[in-house]
């Protein structure tokens, strides 16, 4: 007989490094150790029980924990995270390349959350575009101070050359304002006015006068 023990709670979302805790909210916890072998470590054609294992996980408020557990500890046999051996065979494979911004957010939120490489770089640059000192980002990934300012350096390196390679973005020149053209208005009739002689008359004026 099978022992479930079913969890409502909502998921724990990221999880920290050696953080186990959330497996006591998976579906399966509390199973029988003997069916859970059957199901959760099938055979590659027993497509019973690997249809079953995948029902139970999508029910599980932890799954995206398990397959994480998984994956972050090489963990290529069975079903995790309602995932089998050879649907997952992508995701270890690539697992260096991933990358979760939520944990990123995490990391600069204090939380103590598994970073694989290419999270890591992206907070490395980010601390460095925050103006860190190498103490803190010491501190922060558990490495000597030595080692966070050389890091620091190539993340300033990498800046620089960017900025060399694809310049800084010029602002933009405002744009001067034309005044709008009015009309002139003709001009009023005097009485006493000699009128104006007609180009190309006899009596106008030719180049200075006398």
Known sequence: MRHITAHDAPATGLRGIGDTHWQVRG??????????EAVFFPGPRDYEDIAEAKELCGWC??????LDFALENGLKEGVWGGLTKAERAP???NLHKRRDYRRVVAFFQGRD???NEAERQIVIDHAYVR?????????AL????????DLLRQSATKVLDRDRTYGMPKPKKKRKKIAPITAVPAPRSNPGARPA???GSASAPLGKAA
């Open 27 to 36: 579906t399966c916890h509390g199973m029988d150790v003997e069916d859970a």
């Open 61 to 66: 408020p932890v799954r995206r924990d398990c």
């Open 91 to 93: 995701l270890h494979k």
């Open 113 to 115: 959350v598994h970073l």
């Open 131 to 139: 103006g860190w000192l190498p103490e803190r980002l010491a501190v």
């Open 142 to 149: 558990r490495i000597s101070r030595t080692h966070a300012r």
């Open 197 to 199: 002689a007609p180009l």
